[in-house]
């Protein structure tokens, strides 16, 4: 069992920037990022593995980076250029199987 503790949402003006963090509490060989935003269902956000092979949903590319230390076991979303569609809650899945509680990402002026 792998445990996941995201952090890093907040609330953010349109356009600007935020960095959340996912920490496992085991090694794992693929990240995964998701949201929900309210009344809609979870989505995917950005993946990428231990051998550094990433991928983006078409509504991030360009604007959203994931960054890993793998052996470090810790790993982030630096997003950018925030509209307020991204407004939701962001959560980080290991090996697509665990899942991390979740952190509020508002984007508003």
């Known amino acids: 069992q792998v445990q996941l503790a995201e952090s890093g949402g907040g609330l953010v003006e349109p356009g600007g920037s935020l960095r959340l963090s996912c920490v496992t509490s085991?090694?794992?060989?693929?990240i995964g990022w998701y949201r929900q935003a309210p009344g809609k269902q979870r989505e995917f956000v950005a993946h990428?593995?231990?051998?550094?092979?990433?991928n983006y949903a078409d509504s991030v590319q360009g604007r959203f980076i994931v960054s890993s230390d793998f052996a470090k076991n810790t790993f982030y979303l630096q997003m950018s250029l925030l509209k307020p569609e991204d407004t939701a809650v962001y959560y980080c899945?290991?090996?697509?199987?665990?899942w991390g509680q979740g952190t509020q990402v508002t984007v508003s002026s």
């Open positions: 990428k593995t231990k051998y550094g092979m990433t």
């Open positions: 085991g090694s794992v060989f693929s």
């Open positions: 899945n290991a090996d697509r199987q665990y």
